[in-house]
Nanobody
Framework: QVQLVESGGGLVQPGGSLRLSCAISGITLRGYAIGWFRQAPGKEREGVSC????????YYADSVKGRFTISRDNAKKTVYLQMNSLKPEDAAVYYC?????????????WGQGTQVTVSS
């Protein structure tokens, strides 16, 4: 059974930092793109960052460039999102996503999310 388990969310003051983790089991990471998405109350889910697991290329939403860093540890099958200089508008539930396109089939898995609150 495929599981993505996020952790590391919490309450932080503006300007603070958090590191989110996404522990993945039930699949090998080879070929999967792993991404972080977020959804704030009343807003649509949006992509924050992703990492191409084959070449390790990384991508960021403009709103988080220079503040967030995505990384992976293949041995631990864990993907991280280091979030620095957090702003109130970064508050949301953060979700981890793993996706692989193989021929006609798309494998798409989501975690349950972890809450990030940015408030003084």
């Amino acid at each position: 059974q495929v599981q993505l388990v996020e952790s590391g969310g919490g309450l932080v003051q503006p300007g603070g930092s958090l590191r989110l983790s996404c522990a993945i089991s039930g699949i090998t990471l080879r070929g999967y793109a792993i991404g972080w998405f977020r959804q704030a109350p009343g807003k649509e889910r949006e992509g924050v960052s992703c990492i191409n697991n084959k070449e390790g290329n990384t991508y960021y939403a403009d709103s988080v460039k220079g503040r967030f860093t995505i990384s992976r540890d293949n041995a631990k099958k864990t993907v991280y999102l280091q979030m620095n200089s957090l702003k109130p508008e970064d508050a949301a539930v953060y979700y981890c996503n793993a996706v692989l396109e193989a021929g006609w089939t798309t494998y798409d898995y989501w975690g349950q999310g972890t809450q990030v609150t940015v408030s003084s």
